[in-house]
């Protein structure tokens, strides 16, 4: 009989359905080594949820999610909630021996991550945190170019995560704009997956020097009701403060000597999830963009004199990463795919006793450069990471 593993996730919006539709497709597509069963939804509210669980196949509903966690049944807890209710869903979790699939960025601050590893390693689960684009093809396929050699040493990176969700002043103040709900601005939210990305190709980060600033200080109370999918609707004429950035800059030096800049905005008109990576080394060099996904641009200083030149590399080939599971050379895939490579890779980590990455010890690194940056732009000097 085949070995079966069940989940229960909490959070039902947005990551919500991405998680759902991974943990529904992986055995679809790839040979599981467990198949996982959709158990227990878990929200807040009854109606919306039921219909969440119908939608998606959920067996079973829950609003508490402390008696989730509790179930004996559930194997895997999956947490698809904000940032600020990672902590005590994890801590919970790891206790009762569950294995956790957590979105990013991990938690508040390097504290809660410090001790969310420590209870994971101490019950011996397997943790992993949801730096999705890490498992995007054509960026594993630029891990897989680094680690041959491809490019050479390594001497910039510049990257640069660019939305513009709240360009507009009547856009209310939602749980993403406050400190006590968020921590920060795009430089917890975007530049977490900046800076996972740098860590998982380049290598560590030894210093920090950042910047950031507000454009719009005050917005109207949001009507949380009617928040999500970076959508909202003001309550009223009454307004708030804006607690985090709106946007904030990094330059850091790598442990490896590297340089490399990074950009977090909400502010960058006409981009809707724009994230982008350029590194050049000493033998070729390597530009992705999230919005072009399946291509990467590579060029090599080995081509021959007169024929050097950017080239595309479409990453949809079956000896290109996860590629071999999915439609023929040419045929694209899209931004849910990654999170069904996540779910495929978590479940072997179970089934192997083996460790995946990202986990909870890459999540608190990239906290611990979060907090470098934000303590850089307070103070206005270069921070170095301990």
Same mark, same amino acid.
């Given at each position: 009989m085949e070995k079966q593993l069940n989940v229960g996730i909490v959070g039902t919006k947005f990551m919500g359905k991405a998680h759902s539709n991974a943990w529904k497709k992986a055995p679809l597509f790839f040979d599981v080594s467990a198949q996982p069963i959709l158990k227990v939804a878990c929200g807040r509210h009854e109606a919306s949820l039921k219909e969440f669980a119908q939608q998606w196949g959920w067996q079973e509903t829950e609003t508490d999610w402390k008696k989730l966690v509790a179930r004996p049944d559930i194997d895997i807890i999956d947490i698809a909630l904000p940032q600020q209710l990672h902590y005590e869903v994890a801590l919970a979790a790891a206790k009762e021996g569950k294995h956790i699939f957590c979105e990013k960025p991990l938690a508040m601050n390097s504290q809660q991550a410090e001790e969310m590893l420590k209870v994971c390693e101490d019950h011996k689960v397997v943790h992993y945190l949801n730096h999705n684009y890490r498992r995007t093809p054509a960026v594993a396929l630029a891990k897989r170019m680094i680690d041959e050699g491809k490019i050479g040493r390594i001497f910039h990176w510049r990257c640069a995560y660019q939305q513009d969700w709240i360009v507009?002043?009547?856009?209310? +103040? %939602?749980?993403?704009?406050? /400190? *006590?709900?968020?921590? @920060?601005?795009?430089?917890?939210?975007? $530049?977490?997956? &900046?800076?996972?990305?740098?860590?998982?190709?380049?290598?560590?980060?030894?210093?920090?020097?950042? +910047? %950031?600033?507000?454009?719009? /200080? *005050?917005?109207?109370? @949001?009507?949380?009701?009617?928040?999500? $999918?970076?959508? &909202?609707?003001?309550?009223?004429?009454?307004?708030?403060?804006?607690?985090?950035?709106?946007?904030? +800059?990094?330059?850091?030096?790598?442990?490896?000597?590297?340089?490399?800049?990074?950009?977090?905005?909400?502010?960058?008109?006409?981009?809707?999830?724009?994230?982008?990576?350029?590194?050049?080394?000493?033998?070729?060099?390597? +530009?992705?963009?999230?919005?072009?996904?399946?291509?990467?641009?590579?060029?090599?200083?080995?081509?021959?004199?007169?024929?050097?030149?950017?080239?595309?590399?479409?990453?949809?080939?079956?000896?290109?990463?996860?590629?071999?599971?999915?439609?023929?050379?040419?045929?694209?895939?899209?931004?849910?795919?990654?999170?069904?490579?996540?779910?495929?890779?978590?479940?072997?980590?179970?089934?192997?006793?083996?460790?995946?990455?990202?986990?909870?010890?890459?999540?608190?690194?990239?906290?611990?450069?979060?907090?470098?940056?934000?303590?850089?732009?307070?103070?206005?000097?270069?921070?170095?990471i301990s």
């Open positions: 507009d002043p009547s856009f209310p +103040l %939602t749980w993403q704009l406050r /400190k *006590e709900t968020a921590q @920060a601005g795009p430089q917890w939210d975007l $530049n977490s997956h &900046a800076v996972d990305l740098a860590h998982f190709l380049i290598g560590d980060i030894a210093t920090v020097s950042a +910047l %950031t600033t507000n454009f719009i /200080k *005050e917005r109207p109370l @949001a009507d949380e009701s009617t928040s999500g $999918n970076l959508k &909202a609707e003001s309550k009223g004429d009454a307004k708030g403060e804006v607690t985090v950035e709106d946007a904030a +800059l990094m330059l850091v030096q790598f442990a490896n000597g590297a340089i490399g800049s990074f950009e977090a905005t909400r502010f960058a008109t006409g981009k809707k999830n724009g994230l982008t990576f350029e590194i050049y080394g000493s033998k070729g060099s390597l +530009l992705f963009d999230l919005e072009r996904m399946n291509e990467l641009q590579y060029y090599s200083r080995e081509d021959a004199e007169g024929y050097q030149g950017f080239r595309t590399i479409l990453a949809t080939d079956g000896s290109h990463p996860y590629m071999q599971h999915w439609w023929p050379a040419g045929h694209i895939i899209g931004y849910e795919h990654a999170f069904v490579h996540a779910v495929v890779d978590f479940i072997d980590a179970i089934e192997t006793k083996q460790t995946i990455t990202p986990n909870f010890s890459d999540g608190l690194k990239i906290l611990r450069v979060l907090e470098a940056g934000l303590t850089s732009a307070e103070r206005h000097q270069q921070v170095i």
